[in-house]
């Protein structure tokens, strides 16, 4: 990290900490308007901070972390690929319809916290985004298994604009961020809960059993939190097709370990409503849909990588360093 | 809590130029057999070793006083990873290469490493590892071989096994014991001993493919001068400790399976089953994530650190990589195992050897315990 990546880090690690899982977008944005941070990826110009992914990175992994409910990835990417600062926008995952003229018709679904959201940017049937006033869709709520407010909408002849952006790309590589920090929460309670709890007369973490699954559960959080560097580091350099669809494919498969680990040590206890572990297990299984699950990534990245032949494979790896 | 904390990783301006080396030399000295391939740094080739030396690839961190080209650790880095993806060759110096010349450049005395580190940076002297014993597998701390002194020389008495490529090696780091009656990592000491010393013997160990890599090595009263102590006298433990960290975080230890990889997305080129394309992708996956991890953790030696518990998370998910791959290929592919494809006799050899990459270098075990008490736990 950087200077002004650890300033940002303590910045974010404090607010995220006070905000916690509880925070509402009702009772809380105005603190996240108040640092900015929905402007972390817009360009100066433009009246953003002008952070990079990997600043961006660092904010969204912390969210994770605190399980935070607030649309913070959504609204800074939104706000970056529209290049607006003036209210808060969104992201949405699918759309289904057509552009012509500027113009479309059809439905949007999977809008983040869509509600009081001023526009929609979302992914354009023809490539790229498109960008939508979000009064011009009818909304229809409903929650994911994590409890996020979800929106689905339908729009007929509605002006539209049209970016050069991959926002699904970008929302992935935001859920990647957030898995990892919840990963590295889920980990750091279970260790904990491992150390306190006593059976057969001494703690959990004693037995070789625990230990050898949460060392599992590390290595998993640790290749996803490498993964999210990675593709980061591709997106700053405007070459991650590729990093992106196989950083959301690893995490996605993270997720399946760490939470079946973490749930198996907390037992019974990590079961309950009262605990604080469900607010990152649950959004981990939510995420691992969100923005392209296993069979998706998997035949992005499969038919690229067969297209391209396998005396191309490790040479198109170590080509993008760069 | 944060297990391995990431950084932008930052590769040399020359990474492009000794790619495009290593590739060169690679093809024009060819590497057609596809089991070869997937053997790579077990396999030796001393035509190739020497070649890679005369181009200074062999040593590359090394002062240029011991034959050394004082390049970063992260050129060094490249090369490597070059090397193992192409499925070179690099068997014969490659534990030379990776810590014996650094111990001795650490470590050992100026005569020992005027005699040997030199020879090693050209690819023509070559270096086994003595740790394992009959009764110290896991266990190291429990090494019997024995070193006693006899006025100014040592008297070195025991056995080694599972000693990869002794029959191969002109050198052998030994740890034993140096203190008698001494108990578990107390009193232990490393020695450089020549394969042709007076004393010592070789028995081959052949392994259920029916491949030698693995000798027995026997210690019978070898006399050695007090030159041959490596570093000081019982402090054998800690040198010890900092050698596995190089020898655990290698590209090494995910780029093993490379070969059947880059075989299946060949057999992908013209069998577009569904299936198949998905576990290319799963694959690739994997070992973009690997490679992220793997040259973080170089990045961190490059440095001066020691990041033991991130070598060990490298290890432990590389191999459970290297080791599910078999499987996972022959679950969707209907290729026999046997031959004569290329996949097929790829596969075959994987399957067979696979089971020792979570035994090499440290038990899939200990580096579980490892990480277990890093984050904490115990």
């Known amino acids: 990290m950087n200077d002004e990546q650890r300033m940002l880090a303590d910045m974010a690690e404090e607010l995220f900490a006070s905000l916690g899982h509880t925070a509402t977008l009702e009772n809380d944005w105005s603190s996240i308007e108040q640092v900015a941070l929905d402007g972390l990826l817009l360009g100066e110009d433009d009246g953003g901070f002008g952070g990079s992914w990997e600043d961006a990175l660092v904010v969204f992994r912390i969210a994770g972390y605190h399980g935070l409910s ?58 790229g985004s498109l960008v939508i006033e979000t009064a011009a869709l009818g909304l229809e709520a409903h929650e994911s298994v994590a409890g996020e407010t979800r929106h689905a909408g339908t729009a007929q002849d509605a002006p539209v604009t049209l970016v050069d952006y991959d926002v699904f790309a970008m929302g992935a590589l935001a859920r990647v961020a957030q898995v990892a920090g919840a990963l590295d929460a889920a980990l750091a309670r279970s260790v904990e809960y491992a150390n306190e709890r006593q059976q057969f007369g001494r703690a959990l973490g004693k037995f070789q059993a625990v230990q050898q699954a949460l060392a599992t559960f590390a290595g998993e959080a640790a290749a996803t939190n490498c993964a999210a560097m990675g593709a980061a580091q591709a997106m700053g350099r405007r070459s991650a097709a590729f990093a992106v669809a196989a950083a959301k494919l690893r995490a996605n498969r993270a997720i399946g370990v760490g939470t079946s680990v973490a749930h198996q040590v907390h037992g019974a206890i990590g079961f309950t409503q009262e605990y604080p572990l469900h607010q990152l297990t649950r959004r981990l299984w939510a995420w691992r849909s969100e923005f392209g699950n296993d069979a998706y990534w998997s035949e992005v990245l499969g038919r690229r990588i067969v297209a391209r032949g396998a005396e191309n494979f490790w040479a198109d790896l170590t080509a993008s360093d760069h | 809590m944060q297990t391995f904390v990431t950084e932008r990783l930052v590769w040399p301006e020359t990474a492009s130029h000794l790619r495009e080396k290593v590739r060169e030399l690679v093809a024009r000295h060819g590497v057609e057999d596809p089991v070869g391939r997937a053997n ?268 033991a518990l991130e070598a060990a998370m490298v290890k432990d998910l590389g191999n459970a990589f290297e080791q599910a791959m078999p499987e996972l290929v022959q679950a969707v592919v209907d290729v026999d195992p046997a031959g004569p494809e290329p996949l097929g006799l790829v596969l075959g050899h994987l399957l067979q050897v696979s089971p020792s990459f979570s035994l090499r270098g440290g038990t899939r075990e200990i580096l579980k315990g490892i990480i277990a008490r890093g984050l904490g736990l115990r």
């Open chain 2, 40 to 307: 790579s740094w077990a396999k030796p080739d001393p035509q190739f070793s020497r070649l890679l030396g005369a181009e200074g690839l062999i040593g590359m961190v090394w002062p240029k006083e011991y034959g050394g080209h004082e390049r970063s650790q992260m050129e060094r880095y490249v090369v490597l990873e070059e090397l193992l993806a192409a499925g070179a060759p690099v068997g014969a110096h490659w534990i030379a290469d990776r810590q014996t010349g650094a111990l001795l450049l650490r470590y050992g005395t100026e005569e020992a490493r005027r005699r040997w580190v030199p020879g090693m940076a050209r690819g023509e002297v070559y270096a086994c590892i003595g740790l394992s014993e009959p009764g110290a597998g896991s266990d190291l701390a429990a090494v019997r071989t024995s070193a006693r002194r006899d006025e100014e020389d040592w008297i070195l008495s025991g056995q080694k096994v599972w000693t990869t490529n002794a029959h191969h090696a002109h050198v052998m780091i030994a740890l034993v014991r140096s203190e008698a009656g001494s108990t578990r990592n107390e009193g232990l000491s490393q020695f450089v001993i020549p394969m042709d010393a007076p004393g010592l013997s070789i028995k081959p160990i052949i392994d259920l493919t029916g491949g030698h890599d693995f000798n027995e090595v026997f210690l019978d009263e070898v006399r050695l001068p007090a030159s041959a102590l490596v570093g000081q006298q019982g402090n054998g433990w800690k040198q010890v400790t900092a050698e596995l960290s190089l020898e655990r975080s290698g590209p090494e230890r995910y780029l093993s399976s490379m070969a059947l990889l880059v075989e299946l997305i060949r057999h992908a080129g013209w069998d577009r089953s569904e299936q198949v394309e998905n576990l290319v992708a799963r694959l690739a996956a994997e070992t973009w994530t690997l490679r992220m991890m793997s040259a973080g953790v170089a990045a961190k030696i490059a440095r001066g650190e020691d990041p």
């Open chain 1, 70 to 127: 607030l649309p913070i990835a959504e609204a800074a990417i939104a706000a970056a690929v529209a290049r607006r600062s003036s209210a808060r926008g969104t992201i949405a995952s699918h759309t289904s319809g057509e552009v012509a003229g500027g113009r479309f018709t059809g439905s949007i679904s999977g809008i983040c916290c869509g509600e009081g959201a001023a526009f929609v940017v979302a992914p354009s049937p023809a490539g």
